[in-house]
RNA sequence: AGGAGCAGCCGGAUAAUCGCGCAGAUGAAAAACUCUGUGAGGAAAGUCCGGGCACCCGAGGACAAACCGCCUGAUAACGUCAGGUGCGGGCGACCGUGAGGAUAGUGCCACAGAAAUGCAGACUGCCGAUGAAUCUCUAACGAGAUAACAGGCGAUGGUGCAACGGUGAGGUAAGAGCUCACCGGCAAGAUUGAGAGGUCUUGGCCAGGUAAACCCCGGUUGGGUGCAAGGUUGACUAAAAGGUUAAGGUGUCCGCCGUCUUUUGACAAACCGCUGGAGCUUGCAGGCAACUGUAAGUCGAGACAGAUGAUUAUCUUGAAACAGAACCCGGCUUAUGAGCUGCUCCUUUUU
RNA sequence: CGGGAUGUAGCGCAGCUUGGUAGCGCACCGUGUUCGGGUCGCGGGGGUCGCAAGUUCGAAUCUUGUCAUCCCGA
């Protein structure tokens, strides 16, 4: 779990980020990245999202969002956010391929993705 | 040994590293850091019932409506549970059961069939005892035959889920509960039981099915909304540009309100309710049991983008099923891996 | 979290109230018309009525349970 000031929260920080359509993904995960931060040391926070039509059951949401959450404190503490560290937010979105993938996958998937944002 | 029935248990373990929610300590306070404690289920699920709690409406009675439906008990309450009765299933342990009323009334019963409910005599049929007719035999009385006119009868009837009791015997012209025996069902009486009901006796032979069709009978229920209920303390009731016969407020125009499009705006909330309760564990007492009473001990999540995870190693049986609290309880239903325990029944073998 | 609705042929729907025959349109197949295709005419095939129990002689229809999908409110 992540550390609660590195959570995004509330409704109108959600929206926000969805409307800046800045937009990358691969074949298990989508990210939606915010604007640029108008404050450089305040810290770059992290949205999961897993809609109720991904999967019926709320034990197999809870796994997806706990692997992308885990894989995303393990990158902040390393420091390697890379380009993602000028952006106020960002939030992930799993694929229908992930539900039964390991934490290996989604790491990897992940390092991928900040690979190719400009 | 094999098969089966019932009841119950468990719901991965250990270690290391990196992490999270809540409470307490540290602290003037907030944030951060550190330490300690604690942190999902038997179904948390489906939301199918019943309550508690909160607010609004109502406040007397009747009807209506909805729901329930063998009996007795349990409970805060229930459509739940326990024990019993009847019926059905199983060799049995045991299991299932919406099971009031069809002589209160109405409706329906396709096709087939003579007929599907006003308990029928129309049709198909059976009979020729009785009365009449014709013929034959006889001296006569009378006997026999023919058709079935009057008449008698309700047995027979490819059907159908179902045909106004069934089987057998007697009886008759033919027949019929007309009579008898047994069976089924109905009614009355006696007896027994707290009751549903059980048992016995007698009677007459009278009664199709369907009420998860309308209905009748009996019983129960103030109605609605649901913790995002509801309460406390603060703050905001955003801004700009353009359009408006693309809806409207006036009959028209302008303006205004409203509304539409675009752009900008990521601090605009915090707390209570919120978990100590029809609580859990153990003992004793009452009860066949559900359950109740009492004594002692005990405190086991409380979030708000929403906490239990990730990685590695070892082990069980090869890596472990169904599945995540969101106001709280009591049930029901459904999903579920590998196994274990107790009692009981049946079959076979040995002593 | 709460409330409501719908599952019938490949697709879109009717039938359910009042239980006995499952039907309509498009699509599909065959055939006729045409030089050929379309249109049109004629004929035909195709449905576990979401699933499972029950009531009934008999269930798409009645009752109960269950599964799936969609919509609405906050």
């Given at each position: 779990m992540l550390p609660r000031k590195y959570r995004l929260k509330n409704q109108k920080a959600f929206n926000a980020t969805y409307k800046n359509h800045k937009i990358v993904s691969n074949s298990l995960l989508t990210l939606y990245i915010g604007k640029e931060k108008k404050d450089p040391t305040s810290p770059t926070k992290a949205g999961f999202v897993v809609s109720k039509k991904y999967h019926k059951r709320a034990v197999k949401r809870n796994r997806i969002k706990r692997l992308m959450r885990e894989v995303c404190r393990l990158t902040l503490k390393q420091g390697e956010l890379g380009k993602l560290n000028k952006y106020m937010s960002f939030i992930l979105i799993p694929k229908e391929?992930?539900?039964?993938?390991k934490f290996k996958d989604v790491n990897e998937a992940f390092y991928n993705l900040l690979d190719r944002i400009k």
């Open positions: 391929e992930t539900l039964n993938k």
